[in-house]
């Protein structure tokens, strides 16, 4: 059974740190050859990509809201994606979700093929 399951969130004051991760397992895809996205969705708005990795970790894909402030990362030993997000502002709050490509990483929330529960990032201002 494929599983994501991403932990982290919670309330953080504006100019704060989270670090998001996502714990991957499954008999379908295998970790190491998928490439993964965190996305984040609010109340009333579609899913919005936030950033992508390649399946070797080399490829780093940011939405321009992300670019120098977070950090898409992931490790092999643990199979799990990370997102260290720093400085953190008001219009960073929403649920943030991890997702697996089975192939190449992509910006397109269409493209992906698996998907965790989402963990709520609230930042205060």
């Known amino acids: 059974q494929e599983q994501l399951v991403e932990s982290g969130g919670g309330l953080v004051q504006a100019g704060g740190s989270l670090r998001l991760s996502c714990a991957a397992s499954?008999?379908?895809?295998?970790?190491?050859?998928?490439?993964m996205g965190w996305f984040r969705q609010v109340p009333g708005k579609g899913r919005e990509f936030v950033a992508a990795?390649?399946?070797?970790?080399?490829?780093?894909y940011y939405a321009d809201s992300a670019k120098g402030r977070f950090t898409i990362s992931r490790d092999y030993r643990l199979n799990t994606l990370y997102l260290q997000m720093n400085s953190l502002k008001s219009e960073d709050t929403a649920v943030y979700y991890c997702?697996?490509?089975?192939?190449?990483?992509?910006?397109?929330?269409?493209?992906?093929?698996?998907w965790g529960q989402g963990t709520q990032v609230t930042v205060s201002s």
């Open positions: 990795i390649s399946r070797t970790g080399v490829g780093t």
């Open positions: 499954g008999r379908t895809f295998t970790f190491s050859s998928s490439g």
């Open positions: 997702a697996v490509r089975k192939v190449l990483a992509s910006r397109d929330v269409r493209d992906y093929d698996y």
